[in-house]
């Protein structure tokens, strides 16, 4: 499975972005999906899971409120709807496949991993 994430760019603060991982080579849609990203001088980290039917989303406490995942199977496609942006979610954003139907926080449980999407929110 090759991963495509987009939708990055400059925004401001108390904006919004939408993001987009498309999945080519093989189906994602009976696999869980994630979201993470990763800061410069950070470490990688969980932001949003979808399971494989969408009807289970986990999300990390910073972005709780903000953040909302989804997922269009027909279009083996997921989404990162962002609002309410602050600088500290400045970070090269990836989306990844994982090897469960449900989604985990852990990296681990993830193979296919994307190039990744910049974000940059300026104050």
């Known amino acids: 499975v090759q991963l495509q994430a987009s939708g990055g760019g400059l925004v401001q603060a108390g904006g919004s972005l939408r993001l987009s991982c498309a999945a080519s080579g093989r189906t994602f849609s009976n696999n869980a999906v994630g979201w993470f990203r990763q800061a410069p001088g950070k470490e990688r980290e969980f932001v949003a899971g979808?399971?494989?039917?969408?009807?289970?989303?986990h999300y990390a406490e910073s972005v709780k409120g903000r953040f909302t995942i989804s997922r269009d199977n027909a279009k083996n496609r997921v989404y990162l709807q962002m609002n309410s942006l602050k600088p500290g979610d400045t970070a090269v954003y990836y989306c990844?496949?994982?090897?469960?139907?449900?989604?985990?926080?852990?990296?681990?449980?993830?193979?296919?991993w994307g190039q990744g999407t910049l974000v940059t929110v300026s104050s």
């Open positions: 990844t496949s994982s090897r469960l139907s449900v989604p985990s926080t852990t990296s681990d449980f993830y193979r296919y």
């Open positions: 979808i399971s494989w039917r969408g009807d289970i989303t």
